[in-house]
């Protein structure tokens, strides 16, 4: 990839982004430029990764082609209040709840590409979707998805689904979370110890997703290959349903895109 990548912030997922494009070799280190107000901060990455601390917001922008905004929404207005963006830049703005029309507020008519990415990229497993303005471009969008690549797996969406988006895989890692940490409760029940059941679960659920991937099968045929009449799977299965576990994850993601929409117009 071409030009100098900079970063406005410096958390874990920008760093799980700057460790994609340097591992996966798509920028050299000393093309991506960080800004961070936290000194320490910039020179552990420095020392990490060998890339350019920079000394302020106003460097970055000038020296960086494409912009990733990774700051926190709070900090959002200080951030960007002010800050001059040349129109032959891509902005790429990570900070949760942020519309596009909010980023225009501060930015005025650049290229920006919305972005809600989740958690597992920060070991190369994630699932990014992606929303971007009018003024961008169909080659500067192919950009902003090799970067997100370089973390897992990327879509294009309408800005008005990221919300659901964030209902479903922003927060979906912690629903699975869960589902693991129940999966190995019920090993330890019948007597596994909590290092084997944790191993057998967390590959259960890995392996299971992966089928779902590369098959391409509906989870509902993939179910039932491995449900037998009469067997232990369907028995399992009866007391999921018994209990409502379809319905109580489809309100989770409800309940989540509901307070993602809410939060986007705080």
């Known amino acids: 990839m071409e030009g100098n990548i900079g970063f406005l912030g410096a ?7 700057i460790r994609g494009l340097v591992q996966g070799r798509q920028v050299p ?9 936290r000194r320490e901060r910039l020179q552990e990455l ?6 350019q601390a920079v000394t302020g917001r106003e460097e970055l922008v ?3 082609d494409i912009i990733i905004l990774a700051v926190k929404p709070q900090n959002v207005k200080e951030a960007l209040g002010g800050l001059q963006v040349g129109k032959e830049k891509l902005v790429i703005s990570i900070i949760a709840g942020v519309t596009l029309a909010r980023l225009a507020s501060y930015l005025g008519e ?3 590409v919305r972005v809600v990415p989740n958690t597992p990229a920060l070991v190369g497993e994630g699932m990014t979707a992606l929303a971007a303005n009018k003024f961008v471009r169909p080659e500067a969008l192919e950009k902003a998805m090799a970067i997100f690549r370089s973390v897992g797996r990327v879509m294009v969406l309408p800005e008005e689904q990221l919300n659901a988006v964030t209902g479903l895989s922003g927060s979906g890692p912690a629903y699975i979370y869960m589902l693991i940490e129940a999966l190995a409760d ?3 029940r019948q007597g596994l110890t909590r290092p084997v059941a944790l191993e057998l679960a967390a590959q259960t659920v890995l392996g299971a997703a992966r089928m779902v ?3 391409g099968e509906h989870p509902g045929v ?4 491995v449900t037998s009449p009469a067997g232990t799977t369907i028995a399992g299965l009866a007391v999921l349903e018994d209990r409502g576990m379809r319905g109580a994850i489809i309100r989770a993601v409800e309940a989540a895109t509901l307070r993602a929409e809410s939060l986007s117009k705080e």
């Open 186 to 188: 019920g090993g330890v």
């Open 46 to 51: 420095e020392q990490t990764y060998g890339l």
């Open 110 to 112: 650049v290229p920006v």
């Open 62 to 64: 000038r020296k960086a």
């Open 213 to 215: 991937l590369a098959t």
């Open 11 to 17: 958390g874990a997922m920008g760093e799980a982004l």
């Open 29 to 37: 280190p000393e093309r991506i430029l960080v800004y961070d107000i």
């Open 222 to 225: 993939l179910k039932d290959k």
